[in-house]
């Protein structure tokens, strides 16, 4: 790993508190076997609620302040990788990405990510009789489809739709549904990388409500598999 790429991993190790981050900052491309890329992402929850009764007559809020992230993907095998993000004081995931369209005009891709986070809720009715606020530990599991449209040899339009299912033991109570995720990544030079995107997830069963987050992140490139100007004859 270059010193770039070095340097975006590590700026991720602020003092932010943070909560769940659903961002992905990807395209179905992998990393190279051997190579290593980091990202650092800025993200705020711009309309997040949750119903934590069946019969929806108590609400809580998630935390809204902006919060950091940052991770890193890992080439494994070709068209394979894997990748890691941390949330400074919350929590982070792993996962694993497939690229299956290698030849294809249209990149597609499968995603699937495991969590664990210290999600805040605030003005929670949890069986330990905390109707102030509340911190929970929450489990999850994502599988993901990746869509990337490469409308320019350096910028891709990415469509990441999937499901979720995330389990709160201290609660004893899961949430599931769908989740998707637009956003397009322009590689403004050989060596780094913007990535802008949203996320709406809608939520199901015992907790009824809706996130919508978005961030924008800052990547090395690594070997991503795109064009780079420098290798031009």
């Not at 769940?20 to 993200?43: C, D, I, M, N």
């Not at 809608?202 to 420098?230: C, T």
Request: proline share 7%; hydrophobic share 40%.
């Amino acid at each position: 790993m270059g010193r770039i790429g070095q340097s975006v991993a590590l700026a991720a190790g602020g003092s932010f508190l943070g909560c769940f981050s659903p961002g992905l900052y990807t395209t179905p491309r992998t990393q190279a076997p051997g190579h290593f890329a980091g990202t650092v992402a800025a993200e705020v929850a711009a309309r997040p609620g949750v119903s934590l009764a069946p019969d929806r007559t108590e609400r809580g809020e998630l935390t809204r302040y902006p919060w950091v992230t940052g991770g890193g993907r890992l080439g494994v095998l070709p068209h394979v990788d894997a990748g890691l993000s941390y949330t400074p004081l919350t929590g982070g995931a792993v996962s694993v990405k497939v690229h299956i369209t290698p030849k294809w005009p249209v990149d597609v891709g499968l995603l699937a990510r495991f969590s664990l986070y210290n999600t805040v809720i605030t003005g929670a009715p949890y069986d330990n009789g905390c109707d102030k606020c509340s911190a929970v530990w929450r489990t999850g599991f994502e599988p993901i489809l990746l869509v990337g449209a490469n409308v320019h040899e350096d910028v891709t339009l990415v469509l990441s739709p999937g499901v979720y299912w995330a389990f709160f033991p201290d609660a004893n109570r899961d949430v599931r549904g769908y989740r998707i995720t637009a956003g397009a990544q322009w590689r403004f030079s050989d060596e780094l990388f913007v990535h802008p995107e949203i996320t709406y997830m809608p939520i199901a069963g015992q907790w009824d409500g809706s996130a919508v987050v978005g961030g924008i992140a800052i990547g090395a490139r690594g070997s991503d598999g795109y064009h780079k100007h420098r290798d031009d004859p």
